[in-house]
């Protein structure tokens, strides 16, 4: 019995398919015949989100947005297909698909490929290639290792110091753990974590350099009570290089890491972010709740540097999906809080 219980429970951290009632067991003289009442679910996922703000020096209003689309299970095979597109207000555009197929020749081995395009206005594109097999210890944690390569280009024409032509290849190796709570239509995922480590060799025409590229995300949901929680959510990365190019660095800020920045504005060699919300459950449809985010990163020529953004926002499950609205204002070390500042992000996550 605790074995089926085991694997019932198993099932809620499948995405795409939901149990009807408990499991039932039937005991005859030579057999034992488990019956479990499972049903398709609406896995499929399109998320838009559309963020507003200000322009610093001109005070115009000014808009950016991406579109997410999840593919999931639709081959009745556990795969999933992922597609995503942003367009940020420094005219950063961002094109980035995966395709994950799990359970090859029937094993707990799967396989995920990446592809990721970016665009920084007329300076320089980066292309973005990476292949992982994947064991899953368990039906919420999996190891990855893979390879990645990576082509960026320089489109300007007058030569820069900074922004210079370079490939680079590496190793990966990864871990990723999720722990989903499906019954929970305003916070279907109670735990997170992924960390990752790579080793890399950039070379340019002038010279080769070896490189370490390390991630860590996490993100838990502490309930206190049916009413009251806190969400914390860590993302800390870091390049180790001899040297650093401008269209290598890391980019960070708005509704993904901290909010009341515009989105991927931010350019680091290392950063850590700590972004938290106390929700308040209203009502099995609608929670509201804080917005306290922090961030320390580091630039080639400068470290330490400091960042917060405060706001509010709400959630709201909709026949639509999930819609939520968020009002951050980002502030730096010694800046003096301005209220045309801040950022507005609305997004709306729907199943179908």
């Known amino acids: 019995l605790k074995a089926i219980q085991a694997k019932t429970e198993a099932l809620n951290q499948l995405s795409f398919v939901k149990q009807l009632r408990s499991a039932e067991v039937l005991f005859t003289k030579d057999t034992t015949s488990v019956y479990l009442y499972l049903e398709k679910n609406k896995s499929n996922r399109f998320e838009g989100f559309l963020g507003f703000g200000s322009e610093e020096t001109t005070g115009a209003l000014e808009l950016n947005g991406y579109l997410n689309l999840n593919l999931i299970n639709n081959l009745n095979y556990g795969e999933s297909f992922v597609l995503n597109y942003r367009s940020d207000e420094n005219d950063l555009k961002t094109f980035n698909t995966k395709l994950t197929l799990p359970y090859l020749f029937r094993s707990p081995i799967g396989t995920e490929l990446k592809l990721s395009i970016f665009k920084k206005d007329s300076t320089f594109t980066t292309a973005e290639q990476s292949a992982n097999l994947y064991y899953q210890l368990n039906p919420k944690q999996k190891l990855f290792l893979g390879v990645k390569t990576a082509q960026s280009n320089?489109?300007?024409?007058?030569?820069?110091?900074?922004?210079?032509?370079?490939?680079?290849?590496?190793?990966?190796?990864?871990?990723?753990?999720?722990?989903?709570?499906?019954?929970?239509?305003?916070?279907?995922?109670?735990?997170?974590?992924?960390?990752?480590?790579?080793?890399?060799?950039?070379?340019?025409?002038?010279?080769?350099?070896?490189?370490?590229?390390?991630?860590?995300?996490?993100?838990?949901?502490?309930?206190?009570?049916?009413?009251?929680?806190?969400?914390?959510?860590?993302?800390?990365?870091?390049?180790?290089?001899?040297?650093?190019?401008?269209?290598?660095?890391?980019?960070?800020?708005?509704?993904?890491?901290?909010?009341?920045?515009?989105?991927?504005?931010?350019?680091?060699?290392?950063?850590?972010?700590?972004?938290?919300?106390?929700?308040?459950?209203?009502?099995?449809?609608?929670?509201?709740?804080?917005?306290?985010?922090?961030?320390?990163?580091?630039?080639?020529?400068?470290?330490?540097?400091?960042?917060?953004?405060?706001?509010?926002?709400?959630?709201?499950?909709?026949?639509?999906?999930?819609?939520?609205?968020?009002?951050?204002?980002?502030?730096?070390?010694?800046?003096?809080?301005?209220?045309?500042?801040?950022?507005?992000?609305?997004?709306?996550?729907?199943?179908?």
Do not use: M, W
């Not at 993302?235 to 989105?263: A, H, P």
């Open 154 to 352: 320089s489109l300007d024409p007058i030569e820069s110091s900074t922004i210079i032509d370079y490939k680079t290849s590496a190793y990966e190796l990864r871990y990723a753990y999720q722990n989903r709570t499906p019954k929970d239509l305003l916070f279907p995922v109670k735990s997170e974590i992924e960390a990752q480590l790579s080793r890399a060799s950039r070379k340019t025409e002038a010279a080769k350099t070896n490189q370490t590229f390390l991630l860590i995300k996490a993100s838990h949901l502490f309930k206190f009570n049916s009413s009251n929680s806190l969400y914390i959510n860590l993302n800390t990365q870091g390049i180790d290089s001899k040297n650093y190019l401008s269209n290598e660095l890391l980019r960070f800020g708005g509704i993904k890491t901290i909010r009341g920045f515009e989105e991927n504005s931010i350019n680091a060699s290392a950063f850590g972010v700590i972004a938290s919300e106390y929700r308040l459950r209203l009502s099995p449809t609608l929670y509201i709740h804080s917005i306290i985010d922090a961030a320390y990163f580091n630039t080639p020529i400068k470290e330490g540097q400091k960042l917060i953004g405060l706001g509010f926002g709400f959630g709201l499950a909709t026949q639509a999906g999930l819609l939520k609205f968020n009002l951050a204002n980002g502030q730096t070390e010694n800046q003096n809080f301005k209220f045309s500042d801040s950022k507005v992000h609305l997004s709306l996550t729907a199943r179908f």
